[in-house]
């Protein structure tokens, strides 16, 4: 069964330092987004990508934040200078379409530790 | 602004029984939907059953069942017969079409524990 997969499943990285998350989305799919846990923290969501253009985005993807869709098959969240604060479990999706009844699939996610 | 509130951080259940996981929601939207996501130990979370607010009878999914009350915002989800492989996080998620935002609000999760 396709599934989404993320790239690292953790990475340690230091304060102020560039990280760029992977995703590969199941490959029918033409929706994709970046959600995020910080520990303890609900699920929250932080951006939707949509024809290689940002569809929508929550407060919290500010200037450090950028989504790339490099070629056909990856999907990347990069954070330019990464804060202690950043520490969180990032978590892709991808759905088919968009809609109220969309189911959107999720990868296992990428914990991020900024040290 | 929506909001979703699990107010059980962490729940344990025999294997065979029966467990209810809590949900509220609140909003003043009238179409949305309702979905419970299950993510197991380092695994994907998946979609484990949905509910669309405009609908009265409540999903059923095989061991999985929704008590919507929508006038009490109310989502909870009953697994029957629990199994091991039920041992995971649950999430409780809203999905509403304002201003053409398809974004899922989570709750923080409740971790299940089934015990042999």
């Known amino acids: 069964e396709p599934e989404v997969t993320q790239t690292p499943s953790h990475q340690v990285t230091q304060m102020g330092q560039e990280v760029i998350l992977r995703c590969v989305p199941i490959s029918n799919h033409l929706y994709f987004y970046w959600y995020r846990q910080i520990l303890g923290q609900k699920v929250e969501f932080l951006v939707s990508?949509?024809?290689?253009?940002?569809?929508?985005k929550s407060e919290i993807f500010d200037d450090q934040f950028s989504v790339e869709r490099p070629d056909g098959s990856n999907f990347t969240l990069k954070i330019r200078s990464t804060k202690l604060e950043d520490s969180a479990m990032y978590f892709c999706?991808?759905?088919?379409?968009?809609?109220?009844?969309?189911?959107?699939?999720f990868g296992q996610g990428t914990r991020l530790t900024v040290v | 602004a929506q909001t979703v509130t699990q107010s059980q951080p962490e729940m344990s259940v025999q294997e065979a029984e029966t467990v209810t996981l809590s949900c509220t929601y609140d909003t003043s939207e009238n179409n949305y939907y309702l979905f419970w996501y299950k993510q197991p130990p380092s695994r994907q979370m998946i979609l484990v059953i949905r509910q669309e607010a405009y609908k009265q009878q409540n999903a059923t999914e095989n061991r999985f069942s929704v008590n919507f009350q929508k006038a009490a915002k109310s989502f909870s989800l009953k697994i029957s017969d629990s199994q091991l492989g039920d041992t995971a996080m649950y999430f409780c998620a809203f999905m509403y079409s304002g201003a053409g935002s398809y974004q899922l609000t989570f709750g923080k999760g409740t971790k299940l524990s089934v015990i042999p």
């Open positions: 990508f949509y024809n290689n253009e940002i569809s929508e």
């Open positions: 999706a991808s759905s088919r379409d968009r809609g109220l009844n969309t189911e959107a699939f």
